[in-house]
Nanobody, 125 residues
Framework: QVMLVESGGGLVQPGGSLRLSCAAS????????LGWFRQAPGKEREFVAA????????YYADSVKGRFTISRDNAKNTAYLQMNSLKPEDTAAYYC??????????????????WGQGTQVTVSS
């Protein structure tokens, strides 16, 4: 069982930045592909970004490309989502997810086996 805990959410003004963290409970964290998803009220959960076990193979939703950066530190069992130039439409609960396929870094929610509880990001002036 892999437990994921997100942190770093909060209230930020448009144009601001936040860095989300996803801490994993198991040392084999390095064997999992990781993704970030988000869900706004009344909307479906949508893909944001993903990364392979090695730290390569990053993949982004078009809506965040050039503004968000996904990374991971396998030695710390932690993944990150650096979010810059935030917009009000980025407001959502953000979820970290892990895939038992270490080479997976895609948008398909069904490929992810474990999910965190989420952290709220609100972009508002």
């Amino acid at each position: 069982q892999v437990m994921l805990v997100e942190s770093g959410g909060g209230l930020v003004q448009p144009g601001g930045s936040l860095r989300l963290s996803c801490a994993a409970s198991r040392r084999i964290f390095s064997m999992y592909g990781l993704g970030w998803f988000r869900q706004a009220p009344g909307k479906e959960r949508e893909f944001v970004a993903a990364i392979r076990w090695s730290g390569g193979g990053t993949y982004y939703a078009d809506s965040v490309k050039g503004r968000f950066t996904i990374s991971r530190d396998n030695a710390k069992n932690t993944a990150y989502l650096q979010m810059n130039s935030l917009k009000p439409e980025d407001t959502a609960a953000y979820y970290c997810a892990a895939s038992s396929n270490p080479y997976y870094s895609g948008y398909n929610k069904d490929q992810y086996n474990y999910w965190g509880q989420g952290t709220q990001v609100t972009v508002s002036s």
